[in-house]
């Protein structure tokens, strides 16, 4: 399967806009290949593929909704992270990819949940989103696979934010749960209490500047999710 992109989309609806932009996509399948669908619904999604609503709540501070293709960041159009919103906050039908494009970095926190069509993207999770120390897996899928875009998605209550705060928590945890003593599950915490990310929209903002200045030809997109709503929303620069 090969698919090509289409020209920018033009204005109007956000109807005729989801309109324009899956008809961007050009598919020349195998003739023994199958229509593609979409997934399944999912059983954490009621409503499972056009599952996601508007936003019921305003933005968190320095964030922005996209509600319509014209909320857009003009930086992110024409990319994967276009694509990204296209699919999680428009609801746009999955399309086919025979390749990814876009790596998404965000943490390992169970309720987060994106709506994107298999294939469309690498993922790496970890606590907090937080991908120091992870440069080489980030450089092996641009250099050997091609991607062109990366997002780093930060979320509310995050367990990586206020470590310090969770110290005694997790010590006990670990003393109870997995049968450490806590002579070694204080020193654990302590050797790794620095993957902290503080703010979680701060620490995305920061972290886009610095990976887009290691990879300065890849578009880097600070994004934030909602576990409140499930709603994907960019982070203002």
């Known amino acids: 399967m090969k ?15 989801l309109a324009d932009w899956e008809g961007r996509w050009d598919t020349v399948l195998h003739v023994s290949q199958a229509k593609h669908h979409a997934p399944k619904q999912s059983p954490n999604v009621e409503g499972g593929d056009n599952a996601m609503q508007p936003p019921s ?11 319509s293709f014209d909320d857009i960041l003009p930086e992110y159009r024409g ?17 086919q990819h025979a390749v990814a494009r876009l790596l998404i970095g965000t943490c390992m926190d169970n309720r987060i949940w994106l709506r994107i069509p298999p294939d469309f ?34 979320h509310d209550d995050c ?17 109870e749960n997995a049968g450490w003593n806590r002579r070694d599950a204080q020193g654990h915490f302590d050797s790794h209490a620095r993957f902290e990310v503080g ?39």
Not at 5 to 12: E, V
């Open 121 to 154: 993207a690498y993922v790496m999770r970890v606590g907090g989103a937080n991908l120091r120390d992870l440069e080489f897996q980030i450089s092996l899928v641009i250099a050997l696979r091609g991607v062109s875009a990366v997002c780093l998605i930060g």
């Open 3 to 17: 698919y090509r992109r289409r020209a920018q989309i033009g204005r109007g609806n956000t109807t005729d806009r």
């Open 57 to 67: 709540c305003e933005p968190p501070e320095g964030c922005r909704h996209v509600r």
């Open 79 to 95: 990319t994967p992270i276009e694509d990204l919103f296209a699919y999680h906050d428009l609801g746009a039908s999955f399309q």
């Open 159 to 175: 367990a990586m934010t206020g470590l310090k705060g969770r110290q005694a928590a997790f010590v006990k945890g670990l003393v």
């Open 199 to 237: 703010d979680a929209i701060g620490f995305v903002r920061a972290e886009a500047r610095r990976l887009s200045q290691l990879y300065p030809r890849i578009v880097v997109a600070p994004l934030f999710y909602s576990v409140v709503d499930r709603t994907l929303y960019q982070v203002e620069r």
